[in-house]
């Protein structure tokens, strides 16, 4: 592989990430509003003696965004699981980072410039 071969697919993963931080921000936002809804109208309930209508509408709007992330979290998971699957013939299997055991770690609070 050359290296413009490997700038481009880095890029591409790059991109990809961006991409997918962008949508889970608006995810977040849009279920940060939901959750804004849901309180405003137990809030009227509770305190002016609002609907009861309001409540369950923004109860059933978090429930299929909710939903909806769900199927989507699951159609990414396949999706990965499909190319990662085509991508095992041809790849090196992935390495996994040597772990250390948990009384070699530095004890917290406790460092000293060897261990930077």
């Known amino acids: 592989m050359g290296f413009l071969d490997k700038a481009k697919a880095t890029a591409t993963q790059a991109i990809q990430q961006g991409q997918a931080k962008v949508e889970q921000i608006q995810q977040s ?3 940060s ?7 405003e109208a137990v809030y009227k309930v509770q305190r002016k003696g609002g609907d009861q209508a309001a409540v369950d509408a923004a109860l059933t709007a978090l429930d299929s965004h909710f939903a909806s992330v769900q199927q989507a979290a699951e159609s990414a998971a396949a999706a990965s699981a ?3 699957g085509s991508a095992a013939g041809s790849a090196a299997p992935p390495t996994t ?12 609070g406790n460092f000293t410039r060897d261990d930077m």
């Open 82 to 84: 499909a190319a990662a």
């Open 97 to 108: 980072p040597p772990t250390t055991p948990p009384s070699a770690a530095p004890q917290e």
């Open 33 to 39: 509003e939901l959750y804004k809804t849901l309180g």
């Open 29 to 31: 936002r849009h279920e």
